[in-house]
């Protein structure tokens, strides 16, 4: 698959270099020689500096074959703009990243499509469902809804009570079996299994399989003595924070740690207060960790300053 990335900062490294690890044909465009500088050595793709809003550098990029192209500068609208070109000078599907919510509204989908963009993507909002998703199953590393959730992936670190280790796969994922490994992760390799292949302790594995059978799942890799999430602290009151907290289920309850007081206050407005309690501090001070409970919390959420845009932990 030829795909065409334009913006290399934080999301456009980490998408091209997930991306060339998964052999696919890889361009990606940034104007800043320092920012394709980031680029890991070993990644397998090409980089071009230039304007990506210059229909010349979408010309020499071959973004008309491009089977994907993904705009993630830093500008909505530049993002919007070259995916309306990319499309219209040939390329088969365009992704582009904006910060406005309120373009993701019911209608407009079809409206950017008629443009030219044939999908929209808010980092902050997929962040948040992510954490949103994590909490409602911490024993679930990671999860995947496909199809709108006809079938879901999920990403299991086996553990000692798993009851489906070091045995052949094709005896335990039949045409018929409700669930299906499609990757493991072994250390720093990653294992497209095939039937011979057999899950070992502490693999990171990807089970393939379908809402119903969730449960069934959680018995046989032996998670069912997992507590779920009751109590969440968040440090840092970010937007990706708030969207996650609007959605947060009703047996939840959440405190955020935010040491701007003027973002508290926002905070406050944001927020209904039955969603969460707002808390004006440093999420790096012990002291105030121990007072507000932190060692009876089930899970807490930070900001990172990585290309991964959240992390929290069960």
């Given at each position: 698959?030829?795909?065409?990335?334009?913006?290399?900062?934080?999301?456009?490294?980490?998408?091209?270099?997930?991306?060339?690890?998964?052999?696919?044909?890889?361009?990606?465009?940034?104007?800043?020689?320092?920012?394709?500088?980031?680029?890991?050595?070993?990644?397998?793709?090409?980089?071009?500096?230039?304007?990506?809003?210059?229909?010349?550098?979408?010309?020499?990029?071959?973004?008309?074959?491009?089977?994907?192209f993904i705009a993630v500068t830093a500008d909505q609208h530049l993002n919007l703009n070259i995916c309306m070109i990319a499309k219209a000078l040939g390329a088969?599907?365009?992704?582009?990243?904006?910060?406005?919510?309120?373009?993701?509204?019911?209608?407009?989908?079809?409206?950017?499509?008629?443009?030219?963009?044939?999908?929209?993507?808010?980092?902050?909002?997929?962040?948040?469902?992510?954490?949103?998703?994590?909490?409602?199953?911490?024993?679930?590393?990671?999860?995947?809804?496909v199809h709108n959730g006809a079938l879901v992936m999920l990403g299991i670190k086996l553990r000692e009570g798993c009851e489906i280790l070091n045995q052949p796969?094709?005896?335990?994922?039949?045409?018929?079996?409700?669930?299906?490994?499609?990757?493991?992760?072994?250390?720093?390799?990653?294992?497209?299994?095939?039937?011979?292949?057999?899950?070992?302790l502490y693999d990171l594995a990807y089970f393939m399989t379908t809402r119903q059978y969730i449960p069934y799942i959680r018995k046989i890799v032996g998670k069912?003595?997992?507590?779920?999430?009751?109590?969440?602290?968040?440090?840092?009151?970010?937007?990706?924070?708030?969207?996650?907290?609007?959605?947060?289920?009703?047996?939840?309850?959440?405190?955020?740690?935010?040491?701007?007081?003027?973002?508290?206050?926002?905070?406050?407005?944001?927020?209904?207060?039955?969603?969460?309690?707002?808390?004006?501090?440093?999420?790096?001070?012990?002291?105030?960790?121990?007072?507000?409970?932190?060692?009876?919390?089930?899970?807490?959420?930070?900001?990172?300053?990585?290309?991964?845009?959240?992390?929290?932990?069960?």
């Amino acid at each position: 698959m030829k795909i065409v990335i334009a913006g290399a900062c934080d999301i456009g490294i980490y998408l091209a270099t997930l991306l060339s690890h998964s052999h696919e044909n890889i361009t990606l465009i940034d104007e800043d020689e320092e920012r394709l500088g980031r680029m890991d050595a070993e990644a397998d793709l090409m980089t071009l500096q230039a304007s990506p809003s210059s229909i010349k550098t979408l010309k020499e990029a071959n973004a008309g074959d491009a089977d994907l192209f993904i705009a993630v500068t830093a500008d909505q609208h530049l993002n919007l703009n070259i995916c309306m070109i990319a499309k219209a000078l040939g390329a088969k599907k365009t992704v582009a990243k904006i910060d406005d919510v309120e373009l993701t509204e019911p209608g407009m989908a079809e409206l950017f499509e008629r443009l030219g963009v044939s999908s929209l993507i808010v980092p902050e909002t997929l962040a948040a469902t992510d954490i949103i998703n994590g909490l409602k199953m911490s024993w679930v590393r990671q999860r995947w809804d496909v199809h709108n959730g006809a079938l879901v992936m999920l990403g299991i670190k086996l553990r000692e009570g798993c009851e489906i280790l070091n045995q052949p796969l094709k005896q335990l994922c039949g045409p018929d079996d409700p669930y299906h490994v499609v990757a493991i992760k072994r250390g720093y390799e990653t294992i497209i299994p095939g039937g011979n292949d057999e899950l070992k302790l502490y693999d990171l594995a990807y089970f393939m399989t379908t809402r119903q059978y969730i449960p069934y799942i959680r018995k046989i890799v032996g998670k069912e003595h997992y507590v779920d999430v009751k109590n969440v602290v968040f440090m840092g009151g970010g937007n990706t924070c708030v969207r996650a907290v609007k959605n947060i289920p009703s047996y939840m309850e959440a405190k955020i740690i935010e040491k701007d007081e003027e973002r508290c206050e926002e905070l406050n407005d944001l927020l209904e207060e039955d969603k969460a309690l707002v808390i004006h501090g440093d999420g790096r001070d012990i002291q105030l960790l121990n007072e507000e409970g932190i060692m009876n919390t089930q899970a807490s959420w930070h900001s990172q300053a990585t290309p991964k845009p959240t992390s929290w932990h069960a």
